[in-house]
């Protein structure tokens, strides 16, 4: 893929702290902590698959204690997960401290209104993993996830970050080699089939690549690339440390010269899946709190 020495030279210089596996060839992959919250979105999918949602049903037809509100009432599920429910964000929900996450969850204010904003935080997915603990009568909703993405994804021993109550944090997923995070990536190459199984039905998974009016570049817990080359480039990890007010996700990309179709699963300190259906590629990087700019990766690695 890369197109010169000297952008070869430049790319191994800047990749110290990355991981990189290109399908059908492996560069190289380190064995390092990744982060899979994407896998969440999958779950989802897989439970429309299995009728026990649809992305539009309205939340509070499950978390009953909404009903009464005539805000929170009016949110879908589709909003849950591309993250416009207009729940308060909360990044808080990430403490240690919090004995049942998914009982906090629930209970936070709206900030703004339903569809209107796009508010990334760990809140929303908290709320979605309450919503499918109910759906499934009070089984566990790590047991489903392992059941129907993870195992047929062949990734198993997997840590969870649990409350209390053993509640997951879906928000932050769990640790995952490059390989390991790069077979989602094979099954979003595949539109829901890996290795000649198909897990979630063609038609079905493109809905989780679709984007919202508040942020077309956010899908089902997936980034999109769908507005380059003439979008705003801008680096989402910076415009997310902002107050949720004052960011700004209209009209954006991640990288002018990437392809528009590529796909991105985001995990903090710059951990990135890239996923390029149009070169049939797979990238995956991993580091911890090194410089990283995925503008300027993705121009030295595809040569652009």
Same mark, same amino acid.
């Given at each position: ?6 952008? $070869? ?6 990749? =110290? ?7 059908? #060839?492996? !560069?190289? !992959? *380190? ?10 979105g ?9 009728? &026990? ?8 037809? #499950?978390? #009953? ?7 929170? +009432?009016?949110?879908?599920i ?6 416009? /429910?207009?729940? *308060? ?5 990430? +403490? ?18 339903p ?14 993993? *309450? ?14 996830? @392992? ?7 062949? &990734? #198993?021993?997997? *840590? $969870? ?15 995952? +080699? !490059?390989?390991? %995070? ?19 039905p ?20 997936? %980034? &999109? ?7 705003? @480039?801008? /680096?989402? @990890? ?10 700004? $996700? ?15 699963? =985001?995990?903090?300190?710059y ?6 259906? +149009? ?15 995925d ?10």
């Amino acid at each position: 893929m890369l197109t010169s020495r000297a952008s $070869w030279h430049s790319w191994f210089s800047y990749s =110290l702290t990355t991981s990189l596996i290109a399908i059908p #060839t492996i !560069a190289f !992959a *380190e064995i390092q902590p990744g982060n899979c919250a994407s896998a969440g979105g999958i779950a989802a999918l897989c439970a429309v698959r299995d009728g &026990l949602i649809s992305l539009d049903d309205r939340v509070a037809d #499950t978390i #009953t204690e909404w009903k009464n509100d005539p805000r929170k +009432s009016q949110i879908t599920i589709r909003q849950l997960l591309n993250q416009t /429910d207009g729940i *308060e964000p909360a990044p808080h929900l990430h +403490s240690e401290s919090i004995r049942d996450r998914n009982a906090a969850a629930i209970q936070l204010p709206l900030v703004a209104a339903p569809g209107s904003v796009f508010a990334y935080g760990p809140s929303h997915l908290q709320i979605f993993a *309450e919503l499918l603990r109910r759906k499934l009568n009070g089984h566990s909703t790590i047991s489903y996830l @392992e059941a129907n993405v993870l195992s047929p994804l062949n &990734l #198993t021993s997997l *840590e $969870w970050k649990k409350d209390g109550r053993g509640n997951p944090l879906p928000a932050s997923g769990f640790e995952l +080699s !490059a390989r390991e %995070w790069a077979r989602l990536g094979e099954l979003v190459l595949g539109r829901g089939n890996y290795h000649g199984k198909q897990i979630v039905p063609a038609n079905l998974f493109t809905q989780g690549f679709a984007g919202s009016s508040a942020n077309s570049s956010y899908g089902v817990t997936f %980034w &999109l690339n769908r507005n380059a080359p003439h979008a705003r @480039e801008i /680096d989402i @990890e910076k415009e997310l440390d902002l107050k949720w007010q004052r960011a700004r $996700w209209i009209d954006i990309c991640v990288c002018k010269p990437a392809p528009p179709d590529m796909i991105v699963a =985001l995990g903090s300190n710059y951990q990135r899946l890239f996923i390029i259906p +149009s070169l049939n590629a797979l990238i995956v990087r991993q580091g911890m709190s090194a410089k990283f700019s995925d503008a300027y990766f993705l121009r030295l690695v595809l040569g652009r």
